[in-house]
């Protein structure tokens, strides 16, 4: 059994640690609460204008103005995968990592064989693991979470338009961790170019409605202004839900680190108590010993 000075210099510790998660998990909440608000907010309007463009894509496929939702073979792919800048938040991170990675050893194995599977990381954390094992990264926005606005996202946005319109690559993903709540988020591989062809709705024939709208001004000057609208909300609702996604993850795991360091410290008592009580057993024996012999 540890002696006393042992037992107490870790009870010291583990007491300082449990501050410091507890603290964590207070400030991943207060940072979770403005994301997810900001996060619930956009989703609608993200969707519907999705929705929209979609539709409008399918009717003028054939239009040379919408080059963004020209299908084309994926030779040349490009990865953007957020991540965060920071540790501490469980497995966010690392599951994020291991997608990409399958990614590139699975459905995009030849082109990666071929070099042609580019990554722009979002978040140091993806950043350092690409770039030290010599993936091909060819820009990273780690900065992004420091001042995450549209304005910011829209830049990056905007790259990644012209790099697909130039034909730099023909497939474009986002790779990010999708919020759901504060203890579940879902890992999401998301086409962003070219723009994903309109689902089938899933309803009866009997109960589908068609709507004809009037289109002023015409199909293809709507979508070549809601296109470069459309992709910036896209991006940004996706570093949007990966930031709010990593304050419920990070507030989770200090949470449950809190919790561990309570029960570890229940044990170190319970270590401590029992090592006293052996000290003083002992010093008693003594005493009791040195008493006899005095007698005898």
Known sequence: ?????????????????????????????????????????????????????????????????????????????????????????????????????????????????????????????????????????????????????FANASVLAEKLMKGFAAKDFDRIDLIYNQFKNAAVQRLIVEQYLPIAPAQPAALAPAVKVESDYIFE????????????KTLRIQLFKAVLDSFASEQGARMTAMQKATENAKDLLRDLNISYNKARQNAITNAILEIVSGAEALKG
Not at 16 to 22: G, R
Not at 220 to 226: D, N, Q
């Open 1 to 149: 059994m540890a002696g006393l000075k042992e037992v107490r210099i870790r009870i010291a510790s583990v007491k300082s640690t449990q501050q410091i998660t507890n603290a964590m998990k207070m400030v991943a909440a207060s940072k979770l609460r403005k994301a997810q608000t900001a996060i619930i907010k956009l989703r609608p309007y993200a969707s519907k204008l999705r929705e929209i463009l979609q539709n409008l894509s399918a009717s003028i496929e054939n239009s040379d103005e919408n080059v963004f939702s020209q299908e084309r073979k994926p030779e040349k792919i490009l990865l953007v995968v957020i991540a965060s800048n920071r540790g501490l938040c469980g497995a966010f991170n690392s599951n994020i990592i291991k997608m990409a990675v399958n990614l590139t050893a699975t459905t995009y194995h030849h082109q990666f064989t071929q070099n042609n599977v580019s990554l722009i990381t979002i978040g140091r954390k993806a950043t350092e693991y690409f770039r030290k094992r010599k993936y091909n990264v060819i820009e990273s926005h780690d900065e992004l979470f420091d001042q995450l606005t």
């Open 217 to 228: 001004p015409d199909k293809e000057t709507i979508v070549s202004e809601l296109i470069p």
